[in-house]
């Protein structure tokens, strides 16, 4: 089994910063784009970022250069620097993989984390 797993969530001021984290674990063979999206209340969930296993990113255009999206492939885990977090960055955030399992796998599995929660208010 592949398990996703965030932290780093939290209550934080505007213009204050965060780091989620998220690792994945389990059976992997290999990880291919893994990202982060979030969903608000009332909304629906939206990419913020993404990083392919070359180390290409993208990002939603009310995050970039405010956000930056790493990786340690070593560890299995993608990261998320926010800074200059605003009350609008508010929501749950979930961490997403693409991952093949084995390398008989003919396919990657998209895979989601529990989500963890950001709130940027004074």
């Known amino acids: 089994q592949v398990q996703l797993v965030e932290s780093g969530g939290g209550l934080v001021q505007p213009g204050g910063s965060l780091r989620l984290s998220c690792a994945a674990s389990?059976?992997?063979?290999?990880?291919?784009?893994m990202g982060w999206y979030r969903q608000a209340p009332g909304k629906q969930r939206e990419l913020v970022a993404i990083?392919?296993?070359?180390?290409?990113?993208n990002y939603a255009t009310s995050v970039k250069d405010r956000f930056t999206i790493s990786r340690d492939n070593a560890k299995n885990t993608v990261y998320l620097q926010m800074d200059s977090l605003k009350p609008e960055d508010t929501a749950v955030y979930y961490c997403?993989?693409?991952?093949?399992?084995?390398?008989?796998?003919?396919?990657?599995?998209?895979?989601w984390g529990q989500g963890t929660q950001i709130t940027v208010s004074s």
């Open positions: 990083i392919d296993s070359s180390g290409i990113t």
């Open positions: 997403n993989a693409q991952i093949r399992r084995t390398v008989w796998s003919p396919t990657a599995v998209t895979y």
């Open positions: 389990g059976s992997i063979f290999n990880i291919y784009t």
